[in-house]
């Protein structure tokens, strides 16, 4: 196992989760995502995931929550 495949390595990547006001919740590093039928992917570097609900995307935001005025 080399330095880059160490726990220790791996426990200093940082993912950042922002939320914004009226908008999505900001996703800033990579991850992996396991989506409801257990199918497993690695997000970019900046993904946008739906809070109001309405996305036609779930779980990623669309842009839908401009259209519907989503409020926090
Ligand atoms: S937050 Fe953007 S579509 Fe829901």
């Known amino acids: 196992m080399n330095k880059e495949e160490s726990p220790e390595k791996s426990t200093k ?3 950042v989760v922002q939320v914004s006001p009226n908008g ?7 991850v992996t995502l ?10 970019s570097d900046l993904t946008a995931f739906c809070r109001c ?3 036609h995307k779930k779980p990623f935001c669309d842009g839908t929550h401009n259209y519907i005025e989503f409020k926090d």
Not at 24 to 30: A, D, I, Q
Not at 34 to 43: A, C, M, P, V
């Open 13 to 15: 990547s940082q993912v």
């Open 24 to 30: 999505p919740l900001y996703l800033k590093g990579k």
């Open 34 to 43: 396991i989506d409801q039928h257990g199918n497993k992917s690695e997000t």
């Open 53 to 55: 609900g309405s996305s």
